[in-house]
C-alpha cells in the first residue's frame, strides 16, 4: 500500500508551514510508503491576503495544480486499489475529477479515499458562514460523500455528530487531534523554566469573530478592575499574529488597538513561527475562548513548549484535555476562567506535556484507519455518541 498525500499550502503564519514535516516524519517512523503530490503556489508570499484561514486565490491555485498532478498519476497508472490517497482539508477545488473518473475507471484504479474535514458547513463559527457560502459548500460537502471509497476524518467527537445530523452517507472516524509533530516544535526553541518567565497570558487564535476576541478582552477588563495595586495587576496580556491583526469583525481590531494605547493590551504582529514560539516558551499561560477550534494547534504547540492553557470546556475541548477540569473554565463565564488563570500563572500544570503528547499520535491514528488498523474509531454505528465521555487518554 502506498499513501499520495495531498498536503496544504505553507503559511508563515499558520500551522501549514510545518504540516508535510510533521506528516513525513511520521510517515517514515511507521514504515509507509508515500507519494507527496506536488502543487504550485501562487506567489511565494505564504501569506493570506484574501479570506482569513487560507489565502483564497492561493488555496484555490494550489489545490488545482495538485489535483492536475493526481489526475496525471492516475492517468498513468501509478495508483490502484491498494493504494490510498489522503487530502489534508475536504475543501479541494477540483475534487469533482475524482467521481468523474473513479466512476468511469476499472475497480482496480479506485483507490481508498481520506478526506480530513477541519470545519466545514457543518460546523455554525465556519467561515462559510460569514462569507455566505455555507449553502453550495454543503452541496459540495454532499458530493464528496458520494466520491467511490471515501471515508472522512473527523478530529473529534462533536464533529462527528455534526456530520451524522447533517447526514452524511460516508463512513466516518474520529481521528482525535490534529496532525502535530512534537519533537519538531520543541526543536525550534529553548524552553525556559515555569518561574523564569514573564508573567504573560498570549491569545494565539485568530482574532476573527468566531474566537471570541471580545470575551478575551472582557476578562483583561475584569482583571485590572480585580487587581489594581496588586502585582497580579502587572500581568501582560498578549495578542500574538502571524500577519498584521486582523478580523472579519472590524470592530475587534479597533477595541484591541484602543486597549493597546490604553496598556492594557500588548500586540505582537507579523511574528515567524519561530519569533511566536520564543514568546510562548517565556509566557505562562495560552488562553483561548473559541467557539470553533475543533481542538487547536495551539493547545499543542503551548503544551509542548512548557506553558499553560486555559480553555472552555466546549464542544471539542473536554475530549482534548481528557476532561481535566483544572485547565478548562465554566464556557463564557468570566468569573470562573479568571479564578482558573490566577492559578495558571503562579503554578505549572501537573497535567503539562499530556495534551501534546495525545495530538502527537494523530497522525499514527489515521495511518491505523488507512491501513485497516484503526477501526476502533468509526463512528458509523446508532451508539456512535456512546465515546464522547470517555478520557481518550
Not at 468511469?104 to 455566505?132: M, N, T
Not at 454543503?138 to 445530523?165: D, G, K
Given at each position: 500500500m502506498k499513501i499520495f498525500y495531498m498536503g496544504l499550502e505553507p503559511y508563515e503564519g499558520r500551522y501549514t508551514l510545518q504540516l508535510q514535516d510533521w506528516t513525513e516524519r511520521a510517515y517514515k517512523k511507521a514504515g509507509v510508503e508515500y507519494v507527496v503530490v506536488p502543487g504550485t503556489t501562487i506567489d511565494d508570499s505564504k501569506a493570506i491576503v484574501t479570506g482569513q484561514v487560507l489565502d483564497a486565490h492561493g488555496r484555490?491555485?494550489?489545490?488545482?495544480?495538485?489535483?492536475?498532478?493526481?489526475?496525471?498519476?492516475?492517468?498513468?497508472?501509478?495508483?490502484?486499489?491498494?493504494?490510498?490517497?489522503?487530502?489534508?482539508?475536504?475543501?479541494?477545488?477540483?475534487?469533482?475529477?475524482?467521481?468523474?473518473?473513479?466512476?468511469?475507471?476499472?475497480?482496480?484504479?479506485?483507490?481508498?479515499?481520506?478526506?480530513?474535514?477541519?470545519?466545514?458547513?457543518?460546523?455554525?463559527?465556519?467561515?462559510?458562514?460569514?462569507?455566505?457560502?455555507?449553502?453550495?459548500?454543503?452541496?459540495?460537502?454532499?458530493?464528496?460523500?458520494?466520491?467511490?471509497?471515501?471515508?472522512?476524518?473527523?478530529?473529534?467527537?462533536?464533529?462527528?455528530?455534526?456530520?451524522?445530523?447533517?447526514?452524511?452517507?460516508?463512513?466516518?472516524?474520529?481521528?482525535?487531534?490534529?496532525?502535530f509533530g512534537k519533537e519538531e516544535v520543541q526543536s525550534r526553541v529553548a524552553q525556559k523554566p515555569f518561574a523564569e518567565r514573564k508573567m504573560r497570558v498570549v491569545f494565539g487564535a485568530r482574532w476573527d469573530q468566531e474566537k471570541q476576541p471580545g470575551f478575551f478582552m472582557d476578562m483583561i477588563k475584569r482583571w485590572k478592575l480585580e487587581f489594581p495595586t496588586s502585582n497580579l495587576e502587572e500581568v501582560e496580556f498578549a495578542i500574538c499574529c502571524g500577519g498584521p491583526l486582523r478580523s472579519n469583525n472590524q470592530v475587534y481590531v479597533d477595541q484591541a488597538r484602543q486597549m493597546e494605547k490604553e496598556g492594557t493590551l500588548k500586540i505582537y504582529e507579523n511574528l515567524k513561527k519561530d519569533e511566536y514560539y520564543e514568546i510562548l516558551a517565556d509566557s505562562r499561560v495560552l488562553f483561548n475562548c473559541a467557539l470553533q477550534d475543533w481542538v487547536s494547534n495551539t493547545v499543542s504547540e503551548a503544551d509542548s513548549l512548557g506553558t499553560n492553557v486555559l480553555f472552555p470546556a466546549y464542544r471539542s475541548f473536554p475530549e482534548t484535555f481528557a476532561n481535566d477540569e483544572t485547565r478548562m473554565y465554566v464556557p463564557w463565564s468570566g468569573r470562573d476562567a479568571t479564578e482558573k488563570l490566577k492559578k495558571l500563572l503562579i503554578t505549572p500544570s501537573p497535567s503539562m506535556g499530556q495534551v501534546s503528547d495525545w495530538t502527537d499520535g494523530t497522525i499514527d491514528r489515521m495511518i491505523d484507519i488507512m491501513t485497516g488498523k484503526g477501526e476502533q474509531w468509526r463512528r458509523d454505528g446508532r451508539h456512535y455518541r456512546t465515546p464522547v465521555s470517555e478520557s481518550k487518554y
Open positions: 484555490s491555485y494550489f489545490g488545482m495544480s495538485q489535483l492536475m498532478n493526481l489526475v496525471q498519476m492516475m492517468k498513468a497508472g501509478e495508483i490502484t486499489k491498494d493504494d490510498a490517497i489522503f487530502f489534508e482539508d475536504m475543501f479541494q477545488p477540483g475534487m469533482e475529477s475524482l467521481p468523474y473518473i473513479l466512476q468511469q475507471s476499472p475497480e482496480e484504479y479506485r483507490p481508498k479515499i481520506y478526506l480530513r474535514c477541519l470545519a466545514q458547513a457543518i460546523d455554525p463559527d465556519d467561515f462559510v458562514h460569514v462569507w455566505g457560502m455555507a449553502k453550495w459548500m454543503s452541496l459540495y460537502e454532499q458530493m464528496c460523500n458520494e466520491i467511490p471509497n471515501v471515508n472522512i476524518l473527523a478530529t473529534n467527537e462533536e464533529m462527528v455528530a455534526h456530520m451524522r445530523i447533517a447526514n452524511w452517507t460516508a463512513p466516518i472516524y474520529n481521528i482525535s487531534g490534529l496532525s
